[in-house]
């Protein structure tokens, strides 16, 4: 999480996105939206090194822009894989990797042991795609934010000025 407190800049920045008029408004979160996401999604795309990690958390990348803060979402695709997995319930195994078990299933009578949780890779701690983006982008995306909210508030006052 990004504090603002310490850095006058972003203050201002929020400032700004609070007081401008409402079409103004509109625009500069377009332009932090559109700036965010041409960041956020190659990004996320570049460190997703598996086919389930494109399919499970690359798919569903894009920024989020309020009034005074952004998101970097990823996995938000509820769409179902072919095998069922639900992109946005069940991320984390992609994400984080999943410790193997070894379970006993009975199927038309049989039992046996079966081990679940081989196909997510070993565990990691501090992640392996969105995780690992985040905090390799942060600073670019902060300059993005605001760069996109200056750009949007001329477009915006252009707009303004033609109507």
Excluded: H
Aim: proline share 5%; charged share 25%.
């Amino acid at each position: 999480m990004l504090d603002v407190r310490k850095s006058p800049e972003l203050q201002a920045v929020i400032l700004l996105l609070k007081t401008a008029a409402t079409p103004a408004r509109r625009e500069m979160r377009a332009g932090a939206r559109r700036a965010l996401n041409e960041l956020w999604k190659p990004t996320v795309e570049q460190f997703a090194t598996t086919n389930q990690q494109r399919q499970v958390i690359a798919r569903g990348a894009r920024a989020n822009v309020g009034s005074d803060s952004f998101t970097m979402l990823s996995a938000t695709s509820r769409r179902p894989l072919s095998g069922g997995l639900n992109p946005t319930a069940n991320w984390q195994g992609a994400e984080f990797g999943a410790s193997p078990k070894v379970v006993r299933v009975s199927w038309r009578g049989k039992r046996r042991n079966q081990t679940i949780g081989k196909n997510f890779g070993p565990r990691a701690k501090s992640g392996r795609v969105a995780y690992r983006a985040a905090r390799e982008t942060a600073p670019r995306i902060v300059a993005a934010w605001v760069n996109g909210i200056v750009r949007g508030l001329a477009q915006g006052n252009r707009n303004l000025e033609t109507d």
